[in-house]
């Protein structure tokens, strides 16, 4: 019964994390204008004989919900128009206005926005999609990922696949200019200068593309990729110009960069951790927001905004860097590394032998051939033996000596299989 | 069919507290009127709230009114998405698994007999869709690349930093159970819903949930003990580790 108790604790405790973690995402606000669209599929009738017998009849798709998809992917997709809705008509032209954008609610939660001075239509509508064709000028994109959705956006001579996400997109006919700003998810780009068979575009990147010219550019935030177009071998590719869509972008990475200036002394934290100034560093790192840094920043730089803390003499900060690691990089050499350092936290720092021990053997277990294995190996032996456990201990000391037999815990590891086959009282 | 525009909250109208109850409200539903959502020549809207209970909503989705979709989120939504958050764990397709129960939900609603089970309703269509997706992952778990050595580190996931290393390690030792055990176990102990209520939503007899829980708990611990975190958790019990 011990055990049914400490599972249930732990989940409790798990509960009151994530219900913690809902509370501070967001998540509500960013669905609720999708499902507000939504519109019942199902019309009740009477609840008379006629109804039971209807579902008596499709009784064979009432197994679970499958009968429910198979019912919807019946039925193309409908459309409404504007902020006071109005029922839209496949082919008829949209036009929104000079001033205001116009949007473009989709049954199934997809969000079409014409930009102001935008004109497109609604070519054809599937079960699963639709095919909409931006004439000219700009419109935001946003569709609910749902396996088998099918969308197509032309324009120009650019056509845009998706399956579920979020993105922006631009056709000036006039300078022969098609843009592309994916937020969310991927889509795929074919026409033009990118052929059949298409290029991808995903969340984070930017693509401008002229026909005309032959060109193509795609940006990342901070990378620029240069690309040919392989049809055209004296093809030669302008980095993108700066337009209102690249320079929002550039600013909203600005605002995320992970080396912002310290308040104190103007400098940011990693010149002052290359300066062996760690205190500082990390004042520096906590004024632009440790907790943001550790949610944001690459592989490399956590690691080393871990390994300031540690240095400063902040465990529980370092424990954060170093947890962020394991969560946001799984099955990664800088994982090992991470559950390597914890481990070397708790043993030198905290005395805790039994939990270092745990946190050596996770290391040799998500990269037994990493770079810190030998050392992992070495001090998982320490760590047992000043733990207490002599058997374990002597099992990992035999496993060293013939991997290691040079390394820097051989000796220890002769120690130990010395004692194990004399005894504790040759010691 | 009706067209009734919710209450507009900058336009207080002493009508709509009146007629309120649900009994109003069907009467109107079942008038038949359409209402143009522009002021009216005597310049008045009529807006009538779907009622507080499950009934009143249930009979305002199956008549398929236009704000019934937002009222069923607003009150429903965090259930949702607490059963998805227990049984997914920090998953980045959280928001888009919500979105399918939805979608599930107001296609289906003409089919709920009892509206006073909607709540259990929505439970169970929550496991479904979840349960779908771990399936779907599990099937193409074979395509992942190796090795990771020379893949830049990549941040595979939107977990928060501040989530804690025990959350993460709980729902990787829950991602190496079948989902019928996995499911099963989160519902149970993480989300702490009594037997009948998980048998519930699971679609299976109260018999089977047990079997599952038991055999869940024992992969569960066995597998824990390999997690520096966890295994504390699952030996000592009486401490709250990182």
């Known amino acids: 019964m011990g055990s049914l108790n400490r599972l249930q604790e732990l989940g409790r405790r798990i509960a009151e994390e994530q219900d913690g973690l809902l509370r501070g995402s967001g998540l509500f606000e960013q669905i609720r204008p999708t499902v507000s669209r939504m519109r019942p599929l199902m019309r009740r009738g009477p609840r008379m004989q006629a109804g039971r017998t209807a579902i008596a009849l499709a009784a064979a798709f009432l197994c679970g919900l499958a009968g429910v998809w198979l019912l919807q992917s019946k039925r193309s997709l409908q459309f409404e128009i504007g902020i006071r809705p109005e029922a839209g008509r496949v082919g008829a032209w949209i036009s929104a206005s000079r001033r205001e954008p116009l949007p473009v609610h989709f049954s199934d939660g997809t969000e079409l926005v014409l930009m102001a001075g935008s004109r497109g239509r609604v070519a054809q509508t599937t079960p699963h999609g639709a095919r909409v064709v931006l004439e000219s000028g700009q419109a935001s994109f946003a569709a609910p990922h749902r396996n088998g959705a099918q969308w197509e956006l032309s324009t120009g001579p650019f056509v845009v696949t998706v399956t579920g996400t979020r993105f922006f997109i631009g056709w000036d006919p006039a300078r022969d200019v098609f843009e592309l700003r994916v937020q969310q998810g991927s889509v795929k780009v074919t026409g033009c200068v990118f052929g059949d068979s298409g290029r991808s575009v995903l969340a984070g990147e930017m693509l401008r593309a002229s026909c005309d010219a032959a060109t193509f550019a795609i940006a990342k935030a901070g990378v620029t990729r240069e690309m040919e177009d392989p049809r055209h071998n004296d093809a030669t590719v302008s980095t993108p110009e700066p337009s209102v869509a690249t320079e929002e972008v550039a600013a909203e990475v600005g605002r995320k960069a992970n080396t912002q200036p310290a308040r104190a002394t103007g400098q940011n934290w990693v010149d002052l951790a290359g300066a062996g100034q760690y205190v500082a560093a990390l004042q520096a790192a906590e004024a632009a927001g440790y907790d943001r840094q550790c949610a944001t920043l690459n592989g490399p730089d956590l690691a080393r905004l871990g390994d300031v803390a540690r240095f400063a003499g902040r465990l529980d900060l370092a424990r954060k860097a170093y947890f962020a690691i394991r969560s946001r990089f799984p099955g990664t050499e800088r994982a090992a590394i991470a559950a390597f350092t914890l481990g070397r936290m708790d043993q030198d720092q905290e005395g805790a032998h039994a939990v270092a021990a745990r946190w050596y053997r996770t290391c040799l277990t998500e990269r037994p051939g990493g770079a810190l294995a030998r050392e992992a190996m070495g001090r998982l032996m320490e760590a047992l033996h000043r733990a207490g456990d002599r058997d374990g201990a002597q099992r990992v000391a035999a496993q060293y000596v013939k991997r290691h037999p040079r390394g820097p815990h051989a000796a220890l590891a002769e120690q130990l299989l010395r004692v194990g086959r004399t005894g504790p009282g040759d010691r | ?242």
Request: charge should be neutral.
């Open chain 2, 1 to 242: 069919m009706v067209d009734l525009e919710p209450p507009d909250p900058r336009r207080a109208t002493g009508s709509s507290a009146g007629m309120a109850d649900a009994d109003s409200e069907n009467s109107a539903l079942r008038s038949h009127m359409r209402v143009s959502p522009t002021k009216t020549r005597s310049g008045g809207i009529l807006h009538l709230p779907i009622g507080e209970s499950d009934v009143a909503l249930v009979a305002a989705l199956q008549a398929g009114r236009h704000d019934a979709a937002s009222v069923l989120f607003d009150r429903y939504g965090r259930l949702v998405a607490r059963v998805l958050a227990r049984v997914m764990g920090p998953d980045p397709e959280l928001p888009d698994l919500i979105q399918d129960v939805f979608v599930a939900a107001l296609s289906s609603v003409g089919r709920l007999e009892d509206p006073d089970a909607l709540r259990h309703w929505l439970t169970s269509i929550a496991v479904f869709v979840a349960r779908g997706r771990i399936r779907s992952r599990t099937r193409w778990r074979f395509l992942r690349l190796m090795p990771f050595d020379e893949l830049p580190d990549v941040s595979t996931s939107p977990v928060p930093a501040e989530a804690s290393e025990a959350l993460r390690c709980t729902y990787q030792v829950l991602e190496e159970l079948p989902a019928n055990e996995r499911i099963a176990f989160a519902l149970r102990f993480i989300d702490q819903m009594e037997l009948t209520d998980v048998a519930e939503a699971c679609d299976v007899s109260l018999a089977t949930i047990k079997r599952r829980l038991h055999r869940a708990q024992r992969k569960f611990a066995q597998i824990a003990r390999r997690h520096p975190v966890l295994a504390e958790w699952v030996e000592a019990g009486d401490r709250w580790a990182r």
